[in-house]
């Protein structure tokens, strides 16, 4: 009886692991997925004649060289902004032409599936 309470109660702390592994990842999978979703065009930042800002966001859920690129265009596709990443620290540097909310960066890297961890003004 003993080994039957055991067993259940792993069984219930695997399922629980699974679930908690799939709703971790499903959004990220399916705004396009990780590890070669075949979209390798960059897109170009803003050119920024000046720099009014500078800010550091630190990006959770990017793994792949396709990762850092799909976060990197989703932050260059906003007006007035300059991002670079750099993967090995998930951290992406970005330059602002004009004043850009925090709401709207991270608005641009949630919607395709990763996380805001925190926003640094520089």
Same mark, same amino acid.
């Not at 060289?65 to 902004?81: E, K, T, W």
């Given at each position: ?14 399922? $629980?692991? /699974? ?14 997925? $990780? $590890? ?20 550091? &966001?630190? &990006?959770?859920?990017?793994? $792949? ?10 932050? !260059?596709?906003?007006?007035?902004? !300059? ?17 850009? @909310? ?7 890297? @949630?919607? &395709?599936?990763?996380? /805001? ?6």
């Amino acid at each position: 009886m003993n080994s039957m309470i055991t067993n259940a109660v792993i069984l219930i702390a695997l399922v $629980c692991i /699974v679930l908690f592994s799939v709703k971790h990842s499903i959004a990220h999978f399916l705004n396009g997925g $990780c $590890c070669g979703s075949g979209n390798d065009l960059v897109i170009k930042p803003s050119k920024i004649k000046h720099v009014i800002g500078t800010k550091i &966001i630190k &990006i959770d859920g990017m793994h $792949c060289s396709s990762c850092y690129r799909r976060v990197q265009n989703a932050l !260059n596709s906003i007006d007035g902004v !300059n991002a670079k990443i750099d993967g090995r620290k998930h951290l992406a540097t970005i330059k602002l032409g004009k004043d850009i @909310s925090d709401a709207t960066l991270e608005q641009a890297v @949630s919607g &395709i599936g990763y996380t /805001v961890v925190s926003i640094k003004n520089l």
